[in-house]
Nanobody
Framework: VQLVESGGGLVQAGGSLRLSCAASGNFFSINTMGWYRQASGDQRELVAEVTSGGSSKFADSLKGRFTISRDNARNSVDLEMNSLKPEDTAVYYC????????????????WGQGTQVTVSS
């Protein structure tokens, strides 16, 4: 399973960015797709995730500024980031929890390569 991310970059504070991630490869289904971020010197943290049924979860500090959307047919997830702040600067990673085989319920965790988001003040 490969996760390919796009959309990172440099933006001024108050601006917006949209991150996209598409999954490809051989698998049965994707349970949860989402985004995590890791700032320099910090641990990786959840930004937002969405289930195949459309239920979403956000980091409390990001509610209202970020939205997440998913296209199950395209195995993709987007993160719309608004009113960006310098503290949002981080490497953003796409995540997918995947069931590889219809006959086995085991779920596996996959990560994208990460995309840098830098917010200047």
């Amino acid at each position: 399973v490969q996760l390919v991310e796009s959309g990172g970059g440099l933006v001024q504070a108050g601006g917006s960015l949209r991150l996209s991630c598409a999954a490809s490869g051989n698998f049965f289904s994707i349970n949860t797709m989402g985004w995590y971020r890791q700032a320099s010197g910090d641990q990786r943290e959840l930004v937002a995730e969405v289930t195949s049924g459309g239920s979403s979860k956000f980091a409390d500090s990001l509610k209202g500024r970020f939205t997440i959307s998913r296209d199950n047919a395209r195995n993709s997830v987007d993160l719309e980031m608004n009113s960006l702040k310098p503290e949002d600067t981080a490497v953003y990673y796409c995540n997918a929890v995947v069931q590889l085989d219809s006959s086995r319920p085991n779920l596996y965790n996959y990560w994208g390569q990460g995309t840098q988001v830098t917010v200047s003040s």
